[in-house]
């Protein structure tokens, strides 16, 4: 048998090292692979712990433990998947933009726009305290003054065009409508649906469509138009009728669980054409997750449901400070157990954060960008200002261009170049660094003043959630790989904004 010879000094790059199983792991960071070690691989990996060594010293120490083909061998494979590697210095890290978007390339490279998410109003009929959209942490700096408060057909057809236009290649592009409370504006879904439907077809694509609300507005000629188009409904709500009334309430205070859960069972009943999944937002005040969870998947009926920490600056009394990142952890790991039972067994359990970070590892995701925002995923404002994301829209300090007048590539490249890990240095140790990227931007505006900034306050939370994925995947790869088969074989589905 022959191997390749091996280099003149090894040494270890970054990992992160769990036990899943009964077995030892390791997450690699350069390559974002998860690699079980065998015994020799475990034995390199601890020798290069205190530093790089020659190949024959390490040979001379491994053997007779090992044999040395097994080692040469096992050296071999430790390069190839990135666990080690040649030389003393680490490489510097590489500034990898999109396919096309060079630094300083001229204007005009295209970047695919995968979703583009339509604000069709910034109106809402409840006034949940925590809103990013009307609470106490909405961006205020349009400098043209206010925006449109409705979305026009016009500015929805052009928007549809402009998708079509920016999807490139792609074929098929995904349109997801959001507000305020999107469905205070239903005229325009029910133009935009058909409109892009038709314009895509002739163009040889197909779109996918998506929504979130709050769910007070579905009626039943609504819920009817939603489940014939086939829309992906994503409902915002908080959980039993105590925690919900807390936060998310009408103008005049009085809570909207009473008004809301008659409509999503009706819902659920009714749109069986996709799985409806219920998005949470979680608060200082809101950390019973098994609770709400046990409520919104079988009290309710949710499909899907997925929690997310609210964003707002941490002085808010609602702001979750470290000890709420703890007892969310611990209460996400006990739910997460649970999801683990369920998928040994091939069942559906519907903790969809496990599910989303499950596919993300299996399929290597490598983030040079924490999100799609600014690149495969932009928002359209009211009045047809293209931004980063759903929530930027409206913001002129984040403003890529117009469906009108398309992206200003200058602007979108200059934001590229801004936010790329690379550049995050509190971030270039975290072994965390391919699943996070620094965190979301808006995240970071709120409570940094800056897009760019690391999310530093949820690195513990972060890394521990990540930590508790990997093991769960190491577990499934190990008792029932068929599980994992299903992120091989699904095609992308549109980001559940909120
Ligand atoms: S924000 Fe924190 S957890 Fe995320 S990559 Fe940076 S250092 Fe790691
Ligand atoms: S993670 Fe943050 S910046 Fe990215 S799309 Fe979501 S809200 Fe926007």
Partial sequence: MTTAPIATTIRRREFHSF????????????????????????????????????????IGQLTPRFSEIELHETVDELLRVQAIAAGLDAPP???????????????????????????????????????????????????????????????????VD?????????????????????????????????????RAAALGKQVDFSLTTNATLLRPEVIAFLAENRVGVTISIDGPKDVQDQFRVFHNGMGSYEIAVPKIRELLTRHRSRPIGARVTLTSQNLDIRKIFRHLRDEIGFYEVGFAPVTTASNREYAIADA???????????????????????????????????????????KAYPCGAGLGLMGVSTDGDVALCHRFA???????????????????????????????????????????????????????????????????????????????????????PRYLQQFDEEEHEASQVN
Wanted: with cysteine.
């Fill in 162 to 198: 402009f998708m079509l236009r920016e999807a490139g290649p792609n074929r098929t592009a995904h349109l997801t409508f959001f507000g305020g409370e999107t469905l205070m504006n239903l005229p325009v879904l029910k133009f935009a649906i058909p409109y892009a439907r038709e």
């Fill in 394 to 480: 409206g913001s002129d300090s984040h403003k890529l261009g117009t469906v009108r007048d398309g992206i200003d590539r200058l602007v979108q490249i200059d934001f590229l170049n801004k936010h790329h890990i690379a550049d995050k240095t509190d971030c270039s140790q975290c072994w965390a660094r391919p699943l996070c990227s620094g965190g979301c931007y808006h995240e970071a505006h709120t409570r940094y003043g800056d897009t760019a900034h690391a999310n530093l306050h949820y690195c513990e939370w972060i890394r521990g959630w990540t930590d508790t994925c990997l093991k769960i995947y190491a577990e499934l790869a190990v008792k029932n």
């Fill in 19 to 58: 036990t899943s199983a009964g077995k030892p792991f390791a997450y690699l960071v350069p390559s974002a692979a998860v690699f079980e070690l065998d015994d020799a691989s475990a034995a390199i990996l601890a020798l290069l712990e205190n530093g790089p060594i020659a190949p024959a010293e390490l």
């Fill in 93 to 159: 890290l590489p500034k990898l933009l999109p396919i096309g978007a060079q630094v300083g390339a001229e204007p005009g490279m295209p970047i695919p726009l995968t979703t583009m998410v339509l604000n069709v109003t910034n109106q809402c009929n409840l006034s949940c305290t925590y809103c990013y959209e009307y609470g106490e942490d909405k961006i205020v700096d349009t400098e043209n003054g206010k925006k449109a408060k409705f979305m026009t057909e016009e500015t929805a057809r052009e928007s």
């Fill in 324 to 366: 709420g990142f703890d007892y969310m952890l611990d209460q996400f790991r006990s739910l997460a157990a649970e999801f683990l039972e369920y998928a040994l067994e091939d069942r559906h359990h519907g903790f969809s954060n496990v599910k989303d970070t499950l596919e993300e590892i299996h399929k290597g995701v490598s």
